[in-house]
């Protein structure tokens, strides 16, 4: 999630493409999820933005994610942002840095903002970005979880992350953006449901090589470089536009809420099949031999052979 519209980059020590655990039905709430992002950001004013741009769109851009971004500080009081409070956000332009000034904002409810701000994007890495861990990892717990139980723990955890990213940052003006903490809470529940699935990630250290990990591996250097405090032990810049609060809370949130919804039972395994009533076999006719390795299926008495059978003589 970011924090204000600038384009940062998440720290990643690899990129995920493909992870190796099929699954059991087709993940549509996770394909829904996925295009309704491509379709909120297609019709913003961020995906007509590339490279440095002019004024005028860049104070757009600022106004539209002030609209419907989540804003800490309206989120702790429940009051929308006065006319006096509302932010002056530097943006850099082709003209130099401009502030934007934002007047006359029309009516917002900062409950229903936190869901608005999920399938807002800050630019197109943000955006694919996002939808890559989305689409590598959610189909998997779509599968366990159930499609409607997916999509409310999607949606939740979203809510839970941006909530603890305004109570650590209550007085923040800043409108947050982003689907990070509701994947985040994904992330979390496949960490705890498919540890040791293999993962195709390329590695930018090594001129993007792909190579395979555990999700373990993936999983747990992804959550772990979220940490201010880990990024200064390793020297690594953070990245001020980027809501590391919300991943992380996501993150245990997801993690916490599977252990105690699926424990043990639901780790690992494939989600159990559905019971369907056993048809048996319509019976063989007189001297019919038992199907060979090749016969295509049990004798249906609606296709019989042409002809009786008739068994070799001794």
Known sequence: MRVRPETGKDLRVVIPI??????????????????????????????????????????AEQRYFVEHGAIPHELVTNQQLTAAQEPQIAVATRAGRAYCSLSALPHKVPFVSVLTAMFIHAGWLHLLGNM??????????EDRLGRLHY???YICGG??????FAMVNPSSTLPLVGASGAIATVLGAYLFMFPKARVTSLVPVLFFLPLRFPAWLVLGSWFILQLPSI????GVPTDGTVAYV?????FVAGFVYTVLVSGRSG?????PRSRQSHVPAPPLPPRWPPPGPYDQGPYDPRFPYPGDYQPPKR
């Open 18 to 59: 493909h992870d190796k655990n099929p699954v059991r039905r087709t993940p549509y709430v996770t394909y829904l999820l996925i295009a309704l992002n491509f379709a909120v950001f297609l019709i913003g004013p961020s995906a007509a933005i590339v490279g440095t741009p002019t004024v005028a769109r860049a104070c």
């Open 132 to 141: 890559l861990f989305l689409y590598v990892f959610g189909n998997n717990v």
């Open 151 to 153: 999509l409310l723990f």
């Open 159 to 164: 809510y839970l992350a941006t909530y603890a």
């Open 231 to 234: 990024q200064h032990l390793l």
């Open 246 to 250: 919300a991943h992380v809370a996501g």
């Open 267 to 271: 780790r690992g395994a494939p989600p």
